[in-house]
């Protein structure tokens, strides 16, 4: 996986890395493109945290947010004690 230009994220809910280099802490975090509501112009949307304060994600504009990449596949694990297979197999 490599960073891409934030241009070419997905804009349909997908959940995803974004980079905002001028953030003053937690540059990268997990979001997802935001819409109020169905076919709202960009300028009307945002990127949001899946979580925050009150159970409810934080926006971010998206001037912010220069970069992008896919989430990463969750681990396998292995069907007997729930680990990592690379912890499994060492076992």
């Not at 109020?36 to 947010?65: F, K, N, S």
């Not at 969750?74 to 690379?86: E, H, V």
Request: hydrophobic residues 40%; negative net charge; proline residues 13%.
């Amino acid at each position: 996986m490599e960073w891409q230009t934030i241009e070419t994220a997905p804009r349909n809910g997908t959940s995803v890395l974004i980079y905002m280099p001028e953030a003053a802490r937690k540059k990268v975090q997990e979001a997802f493109w935001a819409m109020p509501w169905e076919g709202a112009p960009d300028d009307q949307c945002y990127w949001m945290t899946p979580i925050g304060p009150a159970g409810r994600g934080y926006m971010i504009l998206p001037v912010a947010v220069t970069h992008w990449m896919p989430l990463p596949a969750p681990p396998l694990l292995d069907n007997a004690g729930g680990k990592p297979q690379s912890e499994a197999a060492s076992d």
